[in-house]
């Protein structure tokens, strides 16, 4: 393994009966870098997270941390890594400073030490209003911010968290991706989501598995300059259904969709479409009001690749995972 | 080991978990003797309960009260303890400890101790008033007998304890193993009667044992066996919970 990755997983797979959750799925995690893990609602990404923890043992494959092989005994490679589950739950009689000072005794010897760190972690995660309250009734969103504080404690150099924006109201997912932008400088993240929005804006790779199978494995950026440009919009002051009908034909044209005065195509051969629009318009007479070609969201590049009816494009898509 | 064990103990303080043993020890301590003394004064004037409870002495009293700790509070310990580590497992809570760095084997084993010193701090408390009020009442206890029934009786309880923790690893569910454990302790001691061995080396045979010890009647030895039994098997309980645990 290359010696800034802290993580890799080596072709996991986990069986429950005859549901195969994982298969054969392998990746890496390099130092410093934030991984999106992105799949629809039991695709196999909580379970693929808990075997990488030790939560759960693989029927197949291997996990390396920091270059070691995965050994639920071995303490000094769990001290350097953080968790939050996806449903984080705490002894419900603890106060959430008494809760970070506890998970910091498991680090720390000197109470001194563990205390400083701890109101540190109330502050940074914004828990001091929560201070005098017992975890028993914390809101959805003030246990994830619970749980992100214990999982700095013993400062990890990877962190995995699980949906960790799930059931979270607009700003309390706001509040969460903010808080991971600022732990990526601090350690490698592994962020599992099904909403793709949430990591597009601050995640480096993706790393995309759906009912078991990784479908995508690389940086983000290779995946936007991949798709772009492979749906253009154009926009006519009038006359769109006119130009939809003699696109339509065009061997170049996969899909349109009108939206009002505009059309968006999805399309194979961007050169040809380049030059053939315009032409068309021409043709017609019409008022060209936008013509623009735009990088899919991660979303679209998503619903493409879970259709199932891309094979081609989705291996060449893992040549560039590194 | 110490970080856990601290949080343990707090938590049975914190949410007055500990109180209702250690309350339950307490209550029955005192009810025995009290009960042995005032019942031939309030009962009807019948021949037979007078027969009965004509002659109420320190040993109707200590066996009213070991009655009562080997059917109630050992029912209690087992309610509290079932539930320590069985079924946490899939908790938040239990996933993120599990992923700290801390031995399994330590998490049974402190739960097994904060629980353990619970139950020792009850029966100090519970023999504490038992002894006070059946002194004053009856008089005629014998102290290296209550000593000894102290420890005969943590003996047995701690073997109840290690084995509901054994079995809620187990089954990994804490209602069953409360049921199992309560009927396996007993079942354990019945099987033993089964064998060719004097009925004392039964653990549940160290409550009945501890009456005519601690009224003087018999000597300390008669406790010796069951407690050699009940140490030596909650020690191999606990030494395979641990052992199971670290495996997942
Ligand atoms: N303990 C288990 N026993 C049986 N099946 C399980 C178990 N855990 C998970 N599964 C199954 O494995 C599959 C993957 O589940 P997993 O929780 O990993 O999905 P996920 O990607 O995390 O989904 P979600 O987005 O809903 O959290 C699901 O079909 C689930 O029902
Ligand atoms: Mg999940």
Redo the contacts with the bound molecule.
């Keep these: 393994m290359s010696p800034d990755s802290v993580l890799e997983a080596v072709d996991l797979t986990k069986r ?2 005859n ?1 195969t ?2 298969d054969h799925v392998s990746f890496t995690v390099k130092a410093g870098r934030l991984v999106g893990f992105v ?10 997270l808990k075997m990488i923890l030790g939560l759960l043992s693989p029927d197949e494959g291997v996990v390396f941390r920091f270059g070691r092989e995965a050994d639920s005994r071995d303490l000094e490679t769990l001290a350097r890594i953080g968790y939050v589950p ?1 449903v984080p739950s705490f002894p419900e009689w603890m106060r959430p400073l008494e809760f970070l000072e506890y998970i910091g005794g498991f680090f720390s010897r000197d109470a001194e030490t563990v205390k400083k760190r701890a109101r540190e972690m109330m502050e940074e995660f914004g828990l001091e209003r929560l201070a005098g309250r017992k975890v028993e009734g914390f809101s959805r969103g003030e246990k994830q911010r619970l749980g992100m504080a214990q999982a700095m404690m013993g400062e990890p150099e990877l962190l995995v968290l ?2 960790p924006t799930s059931g979270l109201d607009p700003l309390g997912r706001y509040e969460v991706i903010t808080y991971m932008e600022r732990m990526k400088g601090k350690a490698a993240l592994i962020v ?1 989501t ?1 909403l793709l929005e949430d990591v597009e804006r601050i995640c480096d790779d993706v790393l995309m ?1 759906d009912r ?1 199978r990784k479908i995508l494995d690389a940086p983000l950026s290779e995946i936007k300059s991949f798709r772009e440009g492979d749906t253009l919009t154009v926009e006519v002051a009038e006359g769109v259904d006119r130009l939809a009908a003699a696109l339509a034909g065009m061997p170049w044209v996969k899909a349109i969709s009108p939206r009002g005065n505009a059309l968006e195509i999805m399309v194979s051969d961007k050169k040809a479409a380049g030059r053939e629009i315009p032409a068309a318009v021409a043709r017609f007479g019409l008022e060209l009001l936008r013509f623009e070609g735009r990088p899919p969201s991660l979303e679209e590049v998503f619903i493409s690749l879970t259709r199932g009816d891309q094979g081609e494009e989705r291996n060449g898509m893992r040549g560039g995972a590194g | 080991m110490r970080n856990q064990f601290r949080k343990d103990l707090l938590e049975m303080v914190r949410t007055y978990r500990g109180y209702v043993l250690v309350g339950a020890f307490v209550i029955f301590g005192v009810l025995s003797p009290v009960t042995m003394k005032v019942l031939p004064k309030i009962l009807p004037e019948s021949e037979e309960f007078q027969i009965v409870f004509k002659d109420t002495t320190a040993l109707s009293a200590a066996t009213q009260y070991f009655d009562n700790v080997a059917q109630v509070v050992s029912l209690i310990v087992v309610i509290l303890s079932a539930g320590a580590v069985a079924g946490k497992r899939s908790t938040g809570f239990f996933q993120i400890l599990l992923t700290k760095p801390v031995r399994r084997g330590e998490i049974v084993a402190s739960a097994f101790a904060a629980h353990a010193l619970l139950i020792l701090v009850g029966l100090v408390a519970g023999h504490a008033v038992f002894a006070l009020y059946t002194e004053w009442l009856f008089g005629g206890l014998s102290f290296w007998g209550l000593l000894a029934s102290l420890a005969a009786c943590a003996a047995a309880l701690w073997l109840l304890l290690a084995l509901t923790v054994f079995l809620g690893v187990v089954t990994r569910r804490a209602g069953l193993a409360g049921v199992l454990s309560f009927l396996g302790f007993f079942a354990l001691s019945l099987l033993l009667g089964l064998l060719p061995l004097p009925w004392e080396v039964a653990p549940a045979a160290l409550f009945s044992a501890s009456s005519g010890v601690v009224a003087g009647r018999d000597g300390i030895v008669v406790l010796v066996p069951g407690m050699i039994t009940a140490t030596v098997v909650a020690s191999a309980l606990l030494a395979a919970s641990m052992r199971l645990f670290e495996r997942n």
């Design positions: 429950f009966g549901l959750a994982v799949g629809p609602n039991g695709a196999g990404k909580t379970t693929t996806d699980d949906e599992s099904h598995i078991g």
